[in-house]
């Protein structure tokens, strides 16, 4: 698997984990947790944007959000 894929997948579980936190926490549990998701795929794409630059990192983050958030 390339390491974009694998970063593409980190995202995808990162979304995933920010999207089970707004379905099953309280308000200020899931604040945080969420807080920390957001930290969490910012560095991803970061890696990302190093490999096929800062357009492309977002649109993918963008895309994997949208799938796993709606």
């Known amino acids: 698997m390339s390491e974009i894929a694998l970063l593409r997948r980190q995202i995808e579980i990162e979304?995933?984990?920010m999207r089970q936190a707004m379905k099953g926490f309280k308000i200020t549990a899931s604040h945080d947790?969420?807080?920390n998701q957001y930290n969490?795929?910012?560095?991803l794409q970061e890696q990302l944007a190093a490999i096929v630059?800062?357009?492309?990192a977002?649109?993918?983050a963008v895309e994997v959000y949208i799938q796993a958030i709606g």
């Open 58 to 60: 977002a649109k993918i």
């Open 15 to 17: 979304c995933e984990a």
């Open 33 to 35: 947790i969420i807080n």
């Open 53 to 56: 630059g800062e357009q492309e």
């Open 40 to 43: 969490s795929i910012g560095g």
